[in-house]
């Protein structure tokens, strides 16, 4: 969905059923930080707000979170907005999905060789991935 498009509710945004859930990564640019990555301007984003590094100081607040959702009977969305706090936890120790998924996502920032990849190389996504990978069920079934 285009940035723009996420408050016009004739544009479909690809529902999540009741009980499923999705994995979303997002690269998290901190208040004050200068960068040359372009942020397409929609709403009035929190943390680009003049001064907000000062407001912020004494917060954990690590990012906002905003979703539309309609009920089944409406045709009009509703907002929700919620902050992110930081836990102040490592990678590692997030969940198993949450670490496979970011080194799904760094494999392929490292295979398109992209900008934004940082100190992202193949040994990083197996050290990453292979802890997290799980069991294989396809290998536990006897034929």
């Given at each position: ?21 999705v ?16 942020i ?39 907002l929700?907005?919620?902050?992110i ?8 120790a997030?969940?198993p999905?949450l ?8 494999f ?24 997290a ?10 034929l």
């Amino acid at each position: 969905m285009q940035n723009q498009d996420f408050n016009d509710d004739k544009e479909d945004a690809r529902e999540i059923g009741a009980g499923h859930s999705v994995t979303a990564l997002y690269e998290i640019i901190p208040a004050g930080i200068e960068s040359d990555v372009k942020i397409p301007s929609i709403d009035d984003l929190k943390y680009q707000k003049p001064n907000i590094t000062a407001n912020l100081i004494n917060t954990n607040e690590l990012m906002q979170v905003k979703l539309r959702y309609k009920d089944p009977n409406s045709a009009t969305s509703q907002l929700i907005t919620r902050s992110i706090l930081d836990q102040n936890t490592s990678l590692q120790a997030a969940s198993p999905n949450l670490r496979f998924s970011s080194a799904v996502a760094m494999f392929g920032m490292v295979l398109r060789n992209s900008e934004y990849k940082g100190q992202a190389n193949f040994d990083r996504v197996l050290q990453l991935a292979n802890p997290a990978k799980g069991d294989d069920l396809l290998q536990q079934i006897s034929l």
